[in-house]
């Protein structure tokens, strides 16, 4: 052992342990400061970049597709962002009630919004375009018409009236005709007939003689089983089975007119999303683009087997509307179309759009899809 030894001035020098024991001390402390200053810099910072959104809904909470859907996309941004971009879900009547979605983000209280646009077109009736219209396009028409024909931009200056940007997140395809507790063999077979049945094919609807009333998935069931609407549309047979439909109404037709490609919308409050840096409202955007594209290949992947069920296992009644029927509603649509042209530039400037879009990316769709599926299914028997 070193015994302390006294330096030239007298003074005691340390032994060589207490010497290193002093220089560990100070070491330790010296990182663990290090330490505290990093996390002082890199602490706030990571609490300060988080970001916390808001989501409300216009569906049931885990409702097949599109409830389950909209979490997966809440989730999807969380995890796209590391965690970053926190994003709570609140389902139809946990924060706002499912219709008042738009207005909860419009004036900013909320961030986004998961539905369909279609339900504002009391706002404005060029937002039917944007779910999907009578005799309109299908999923893949409806994609190439928005991405890249022009649709995105004219849903771009219709939301900008009311402080909104609305993304395609989600389709549920071609959609069945509706639930009814009769036979529709002509077109009178609608009049007086109370039908749920939203947007502009409810007004379709409507010039047949019906009367179209607007309810959120939610209240379908209890209207329908009470006798207060005579028959309902909802979407096809995965999320219709889910609704136990079948116990109140038998006949299940197809196809519908009203919706060929029916999109969900993921709406933003402009202000906000602008203000977010481009690499944040990218990852936002894309997970849209993946929650279109998910959500429509479940669907495709479940119709077929819950339809089987609902006929097999229910005794539901699949029917087709006659081509009667089906010209009628081609009549009505052709009225509710000069209608929405007349209510405003860009309504007229949506419809040409979309016109253009049918005939066009619709001719190739005629030439490609619709004959093979025709002519697969003829060979093979299916």
């Not at 909209?70 to 796209?80: K, T």
């Not at 009769?182 to 077109?187: C, D, G, L, P």
């Not at 894309?286 to 819950?306: L, R």
Request: contains cysteine; charged residues 20%.
């Amino acid at each position: 052992m070193i015994k302390e030894k006294k330096s030239l001035k007298g003074k005691k020098l340390p032994s060589r342990r207490k010497f290193f024991k002093a220089a560990a001390a100070t070491g330790v402390a010296a990182v663990a400061l290090a330490s505290c200053d990093q996390q002082k810099a890199s602490g706030p910072a990571v609490v300060k970049d988080r970001i916390e959104v808001s989501m409300v809904a216009t569906w049931p909470r885990d409702f097949p597709g599109l409830g389950t859907g909209a979490q997966r996309l809440a989730e999807r941004i969380g995890e796209m962002s590391d965690g970053r971009i926190q994003v709570t879900y609140y389902a139809a009547g946990e924060r706002v009630k499912a219709f008042d979605s738009f207005d909860e983000v419009a004036s900013g209280n909320s961030q986004m919004y998961h539905g369909a646009d279609y339900y504002w077109v009391k706002k404005h009736p060029a937002f039917g375009y944007f779910t999907a219209s009578p005799f309109g396009l299908t999923y893949p028409e409806f994609n190439a018409w928005t991405h890249f024909a022009g649709g995105q931009e004219l849903w771009d200056k219709l939301t900008d009236e009311f402080g909104t940007q609305s993304f395609i997140a989600g389709n549920t395809g071609v959609q069945m005709g509706g639930w009814f507790n009769k036979k529709i063999e002509s077109a009178n077979d609608f009049k007086g007939l109370k039908m749920r049945m939203p947007g502009l094919g409810g007004q379709v609807l409507g010039k047949l003689g019906g009367s179209p009333i607007s309810l959120p998935g939610g209240q379908i069931y209890e209207n329908l089983v009470s006798g207060a609407i005579d028959a309902t549309e909802w979407v096809g047979p995965w999320n219709d089975e889910a609704m136990k439909f079948h116990e109140a109404a038998k006949y299940y037709y197809y196809p519908g007119m009203h919706e060929p490609g029916s999109a969900l919308a993921c709406g933003v409050n402009k202000s906000w999303f602008t203000s977010l840096s481009k690499s944040d409202q990218l990852i936002i955007k894309t997970a849209c683009a993946w929650a279109d594209e998910i959500t429509m290949a479940e669907y495709n992947a479940k119709n077929g087997a819950a339809l089987a069920r609902l006929i097999n296992d229910q005794g539901v009644q699949l029917e087709k509307f006659n081509d009667e029927v089906y010209d009628a509603f081609a009549q009505g649509a052709k009225e509710v179309y000069a209608e929405v042209q007349a209510h405003s530039d860009l309504a007229a400037k949506t419809h040409a759009s979309f016109i253009k879009a049918r005939k066009e990316i619709g001719s190739w769709t005629n030439l490609s899809d619709s004959p093979y599926i025709s002519q697969r299914n003829r060979a093979l028997g299916i």
